[in-house]
Structures are given as C-alpha cells and as structure tokens.
C-alpha cells in the first residue's frame, strides 16, 4: 500500500463542460468503472463521478490526469484522508 505522506502534493482540479466532458486532476488511481460510474481516488478522497454512457478517454496516474466523457449526473466526494487528532482527541484517549 502506497503511503500518502510519501506522494507528490499533485494540484486537484474538475473542470466540466456542458456536463459532457470531465477533466479531473490530482487523480492517484481508480478504483472501478463502467458505463454509469466511475470511481477515481484523489489526495481528496475517493470522487465518485455518475453518469449515463461514461468514457474514459484519458488517463495518466504519472501526471494524474483524468478526462471522461458521457452524460455526467454527478460528481461526489468521500473523504478517505485520515483525519487530524486535535488536543482534546489525544488527551481523552
């Protein structure tokens, strides 16, 4: 399992036209995919894209480069990053 501390820090961005075409960066892999889903895992979390006639059309894990065509529905993060402890977490362990 690759430790995320250890990743290049990649720039997330989702740029959508016309709820069309998807070009998602800071993509790190993918989970699944099919025709209505596509499931990519960012340094974000885990974004979930829905959809009727979903196509990737590109994809690039070195430059964490994402583009999907189809009729997009929606797009949804999962938080999947660990989360920080503050003082009261600690102390009242």
Do not use: C
Request: charged share 30%; net charge negative.
């Amino acid at each position: 399992m690759t430790d995320e501390k250890n990743l290049p820090k990649l720039p997330n961005n989702i740029i959508m036209e016309d709820r069309k075409k998807l070009s998602v960066s800071g993509v790190t892999d993918i989970d699944s995919f099919d025709e209505q889903t596509v499931i990519a895992v960012t340094q974000l979390g885990e974004l979930t894209i829905r959809g009727w006639d979903l196509h990737i059309t590109r994809l690039s894990l070195e430059q964490g480069e994402l583009m999907v065509d189809g009729e997009i529905s929606s797009l949804t993060y999962t938080d999947t990053r660990p989360k920080a402890q503050g003082f009261f977490s600690k102390v009242l362990r």
